[in-house]
């Protein structure tokens, strides 16, 4: 994919949704950190319901300690891993009172030494929460960057490191936003939107499906009589 297709892209994408944002709930970078840390293998949805009820009580490191591990796990146990999610939060909200002052650190180093925090957390929070222009690769974002051809890799760290490079500086800061969104409702894993997707005349995936479900029904009823 050449850089003019790559741009035209991003800008499409800009058109209709200028300001991109997470779909988790969060008013502070601590709270975004412990939404983050729950999401792992959970979806958006039973993370925020989560966190509605546990931020009203604690949303800061010495509230969560106060707080308890046990006490935490009553407010996630419905999320994936949670035993394992409570431990690594206590033990994060641990750090940052005594290292920190209580704040969450503006830097990948420390971010990426905190239990529970790997470099797509890191992204995240530093993009999301700090304004940096970092790409955290999910699974939606891995998938559409190789689908489309705008960053192939085989590796989450391929696609990153190549998304670094091709995306251009104008569109960094939200590019993680418009391609997880973009991933999560269009380009699904199974029968992508291609049909009602902006970008669909930009996009080199070879096998697109340019008509909706009923209309490809219909059509196949209208073949077959």
């Known amino acids: ?41 959970a979806t958006d949805k039973s993370v925020n ?8 009580v604690a949303n800061t490191p010495q ?17 994936g891993l949670y035993n394992t999610k409570a431990k690594n939060i206590i033990a994060t909200s641990r750090i940052l ?11 990948r180093e420390a971010l990426e030494k905190l239990p529970g925090v790997g470099r797509k957390t890191a992204n ?9 222009p970092t790409i955290a ?16 890799g085989k590796t989450v760290r391929e696609v990153e490191d190549r998304l670094m490079r091709v995306v251009p500086a104008e569109f960094r800061n939200n590019a993680h936003h418009w391609l997880i969104l973009h991933g999560r409702y269009v380009c699904t894993a199974r029968a992508p939107k291609c049909y009602q997707c ?28």
């Open 1 to 41: 994919m050449n850089a003019a297709k790559r741009y035209a892209i991003f800008a499409c994408l800009r058109t209709t949704n200028p300001e991109p944002t997470t779909e988790l709930r969060y008013h502070s970078p601590f709270e975004l950190l412990i939404a983050v840390m729950l999401s792992a293998q």
């Open 49 to 56: 319901q989560a966190t509605e009820k546990l931020f009203a």
């Open 63 to 79: 509230a969560i300690l106060e707080l308890g591990e046990e006490r935490l796990k009553s407010y996630i146990k419905h999320i």
């Open 97 to 107: 009172v005594e290292q920190y002052g209580g704040e969450v650190p503006h830097s």
């Open 124 to 132: 995240v929070v530093l993009n999301t929460a700090f304004g940096e």
């Open 137 to 152: 690769v999910d699974t939606h974002i891995f998938r559409v960057a190789n689908r489309t051809g705008l960053a192939r």
């Open 198 to 225: 902006l970008i669909k005349d930009l996009c080199e995936y070879p096998d697109k499906r340019m008509e909706a479900p009923v209309q490809r029904f219909r059509k196949a009823q209208a073949d077959a009589s």
